[in-house]
């Protein structure tokens, strides 16, 4: 595999010439049907390269509120600033300035993005550091450079207060925000997410497109204190959906802060013990040491003492030992680490197929204005007819190809969905036991709802699950669509105009003209891109979680944006009825029938978004057909109407009787010739 820098580099080099391409089609933009969208096309090219200097990583901070995420996100990327102050009383201190508001406190109100955007200023002004606020009803703005942490803070904070917002700000609801920085250590897109189950539900949707958007998770604890009872439900909610994505998405566990845990306890430093405390608690609820889930544990890191080593370089000192003990370049070669193993691949591949769309659109134009006008004009006629009727057969067909595609699709998932006849007897046989032997408290319903993910992760993905009959099913769907559109558009013989092309499902862009407007289909194809999948058709059924309440059953990857299964928490309601524990017993084997019905209901709206979104793509390939035949028949009527080809036909019409009467002339000249030559030899 080619080095992930290497590519990064040849496709940035690619990049740049297809964007100088597509400047230079403004030489024939008088040719072009649609030449207003040539600078639009050129602008996204920008932007593809822009994506290839910045992010090759999508990575999710989860945590408690007030473990350090924020303070992290802006010391991994160089953003922490490192302040001495000497407060009234004349007693040494220091304050941290980060590209995030930070602080004991809970903090971050709605989720947040940190975009690193490489060497592209562009829209910063010149700024380090530019927010961008995302209001309620899809209202975007740019709120300024380098603000104050009170400015940022009332955008995204919970204390923060509003009065310091733009007046026309106040009384607007924000759903995210986004803080684009220049100069960052890593080409990493970091989500610091406030939690599950958050009250405003553009921000649940939010953050459940933000888990599948991840390529993995950073897990943020902070050194002060250990993990409770109170973390279980968000890292079984983790270990549910490592379990039920695509590769085991990559956790990776950060203990933060240990410079405010330096104290010694027992013959070491506080965090020391922490660190011993978290491992064991992750090994007592998720399994054994060196798991895929666990991998090595927690990492001990201090981003203040990094940016302290930073500030004392600057002023001449020695940093270099609070920056190794900081383990923040550790913490970054692990991240560096999944971009070369193939996450950063993946992206590479996804900006490739985006540029490859737009290029080939465009030289696909260009060709097939090309072979009109070197058509005879004789042959224009002639074309215009095949042409038209070429026109009306896709029109009657598309209705049709649509029908059948439909009815199949809903026969393919009556077979996958099949095996959810018998999950809840196997679950049961396998959960009754665990269910009957404890209580129910936190711990044990951990455990049985760890096993219960792992029954139906295994379950799901078996040789007989619905996870792989999908995959097959799906598989089929895509050659059924092939065969159709080959059937009625035909195949590339080389001998006609606006040569068919075959269908190619790994990139097609959302529709959000008239016909088909922005949907959740849609927004499933972006999620699934940006995990690095060409496509939910082309690479099968990607298996991840349907929500934030992760305890549960999870079901494809259309569901993290369509639907999340609403499964009743039951840890909370038992703990008032110990007395009662028969009863509770009952409660959770009958919870896990409902689970099943919920499941396969989920499994079937993700089946059908998955089907609709593979017949969209034939639609859209279709569609894209028919435009081209339309925009070929315009050209050659133009040209049999253009006023020099006209005069063309009337010299032609004189010239014709005339050319074939000289070439018979010339023709029975040669066979004279031809033959008096033979006399001469045959006299001799």
């Not at 985006?354 to 070197?374: I, P």
């Not at 215009?384 to 598309?398: H, N």
């Not at 190809?401 to 809840?424: K, W």
């Not at 075959?502 to 699934?528: E, H, I």
Request: proline share 4%; hydrophobic share 40%; glycine share 8%.
């Amino acid at each position: 595999m080619m080095p992930v820098e290497e590519a990064r580099d040849e496709l940035k080099h690619l990049l740049s010439r297809c964007e100088r391409w597509l400047c230079d089609e403004e030489g024939v933009r008088d040719l072009l049907p649609d030449a207003a969208g040539l600078a639009g096309d050129a602008a996204r090219m920008e932007a593809l390269r822009t994506r290839v200097l910045s992010s090759m990583l999508n990575v999710a901070l989860l945590g408690r509120q007030s473990s350090g995420k924020s303070f992290l996100i802006s010391g991994l990327q160089g953003a922490l600033e490192y302040i001495p102050i000497t407060d009234e009383d004349g007693m040494p201190s220091a304050e941290f300035l980060g590209v995030l508001p930070s602080s004991a406190r809970p903090t971050t109100a709605c989720p947040c993005t940190v975009i690193p955007v490489g060497d592209d200023s562009s829209g910063r002004d010149g700024g380090r550091a530019l927010l961008r606020a995302n209001f309620t009803g899809g209202r975007v703005e740019d709120i300024g450079t380098d603000l104050p942490p009170a400015v940022v803070a009332a955008y995204g904070a919970v204390d923060g207060n509003v009065t310091n917002r733009r007046r026309e700000h106040i009384n607007l609801r924000v759903e995210s925000i986004e803080v684009l920085i220049s100069d960052a250590r890593l080409p990493v897109k970091l989500f610091d997410l406030p939690g599950s189950e958050s009250p405003i539900e553009e921000h649940e949707v939010i953050m459940r497109e933000a888990w599948a958007k991840a390529d993995c998770f950073v897990y943020v604890s902070h050194a002060t204190s250990a993990l409770t009872a109170n973390e279980l439900q968000l890292i079984r909610d983790l270990y549910a959906h490592h379990m039920q994505s695509n590769a085991n998405k990559k956790v990776l566990w950060v203990l933060t802060g240990i410079d405010l845990a330096t104290q010694r306890e027992q013959g070491q430093a506080a965090w020391k013990s922490v660190l011993t405390t978290n491992n064991a608690y992750l090994r007592t609820h998720f399994g054994t040491p060196g798991g895929q889930f666990i991998g090595e544990g927690f990492l001990p890191v201090s981003a203040a003492w990094e940016a302290e080593a930073d500030f004392k370089d600057s002023q001449g000192d020695d940093g270099s030992t609070l920056r190794r003990l900081s383990g923040m370049e550790t913490l970054r070669d692990h991240l560096r680490g999944l971009m070369e193993s193939g996450a950063g691949h993946a992206h590479l591949r996804q900006v490739a197929d985006e540029a490859r769309w737009l290029v080939r659109r465009r030289q696909r134009q260009l060709a097939d204005m090309l072979d009109t006008h070197q058509l005879a004009v004789e042959d224009l006629e002639a074309q215009q007819d095949s042409l038209r009727g070429r026109i009306r057969g896709a029109e009657r067909s598309l209705d049709r190809i649509r029908t059948e595609l439909g009815r199949e699709l809903q026969r393919r998932i009556r077979t996958a969905r099949a095996p959810f006849n018998g999950l809840a007897d196997e679950l049961h046989q396998q959960l009754d036991p665990l269910i009957d032997r404890g209580n129910l408290s936190a711990e044990h319903a951990n455990e049985v709802d760890v096993l219960q993910v792992q029954l139906f992760s295994q379950w799901m993905t078996s040789a007989a699950g619905p996870a792989t009959l999908w995959a097959g099913e799906l598989q089929a769907l895509d050659a059924s669509a092939r065969e159709l559109i080959r059937a009625d558009l035909g195949v590339n013989t080389g001998s006609q105009l606006v040569s068919p092309e075959p269908l190619d499902t790994n990139y097609f862009p959302m529709q959000t003209d008239s016909r088909q407007p922005l949907t959740a289909y849609g927004v499933v194809q972006a999620a699934a891109n940006t995990l690095g999948v060409a496509s939910p058709i082309a690479a099968g059924a990607v298996w991840l979680t349907t929500s934030l309440s992760l305890a549960t059953i999870a079901v494809p990857a259309g569901a993290a944006v369509l639907t999340a299964i609403a499964i009743a928490k039951v840890t909370d309601a038992l703990k008032d009825r110990e007395s009662k524990v028969e009863r509770a017993r009952q409660e959770r084997k009958d919870m896990i029938d409902e689970q099943v019905k919920q499941a396969r209901s989920a499994f079937e709206s993700v089946t059908q978004s998955q089907g609709r979104l593979l017949i969209d793509a034939v639609d859209h390939h279709h569609l894209q057909h028919q435009s081209r035949l339309k925009s070929t028949l315009a050209q050659i009527m133009e040209r049999i109407n253009a006023e020099d080809t006209v005069r063309s036909r009337a010299v032609i019409d004189r010239l014709t009787p005339v050319n074939q009467a000289g070439l018979g002339l010339v023709t029975g000249l040669q066979d004279l010739r031809d033959a008096l030559r033979n006399d001469v030899l045959m006299g001799r």
